[in-house]
């Protein structure tokens, strides 16, 4: 079964600065990867998805991801963060062929003006 | 958006008293998801529907059932709710397997 880490729990980091959280995944043949974001008191809103093409993947509000097969990962990165990116930022991977999409334990990101 | 809305948004219950929980969709997708959320484990997949009467296990189904009766509809049910069962639940809906799935807005419950 798939199963994804995020190894940071939270990210605390000062705005206008860079920031870079981190996902890997399990080794899979094909995988479909994903970012979520959780603003406070909502649901998950998707972020970005890597399907197949270009390992680089842009998403909304400036954020980017790689995907890495080697290393497996699908770390999400921003140049230069607001305070309005405090949330909270879920990974998830879906296996080809498969229905159930999972999900990192999230990392919360906390801009510091 | 996709129209997500999930009812209860809040209930409080106790120790072994049976619950329902209702997700409600406008938007005519096929996949419906229920997952809940506490700290540290981040979203499990609880159960899921691919159909009108379609429905699949997830990783911690232990405890819950869920109907499809209506494309729109997606039911949760916790028989005899425990303790282990406080979390926030989210409906999730999504047309196709490697789409967006759109979330609801939750429903906090607790059982005392």
């Known amino acids: 079964a798939q199963s994804v880490t995020q190894l940071d729990s939270q990210v605390p980091v000062f705005e206008e600065a860079p920031v870079e959280l981190r996902c890997n995944y399990s080794s899979s043949v094909s995988v479909y990867l994903f970012w979520y974001v959780q603003y406070p008191n909502q649901g998950l809103q998707l972020l970005l998805k890597?399907?197949?093409?270009?390992?680089l993947v842009k998403g909304i509000n400036g954020f980017e991801a790689e995907f890495n097969k080697s290393q497996t990962s699908f770390h999400l990165r921003k140049p230069s963060v607001h305070i309005s990116d405090t949330a909270e930022y879920f990974c998830a991977a879906l296996d080809f062929g498969n229905e159930k999409l999972t999900f990192g334990t999230g990392t919360r990101l906390t801009i510091i003006p | 958006d996709a129209g997500i809305t999930q009812s209860p948004r809040h209930k409080v219950t106790e120790t072994g008293t049976p619950v329902t929980l209702r997700c409600h969709q406008t938007e005519n997708h096929r996949y419906m998801y229920w997952y809940r959320q506490d700290p540290g484990h981040g979203l499990r997949l609880i159960h899921y529907s691919y159909g009108v009467k379609d429905t699949d296990k997830g990783e911690v189904s232990d405890g819950y059932s869920v109907s499809r009766s209506k494309t729109e509809d997606f039911l949760l049910t916790l028989e005899s709710a425990t303790s282990s069962q406080t979390s926030v639940y989210f409906c999730a809906t999504g047309q196709d397997i490697t789409g967006e799935l759109f979330f609801g807005e939750g429903s906090r419950l607790t059982v005392l």
């Open positions: 890597y399907l197949s093409g270009s390992t």
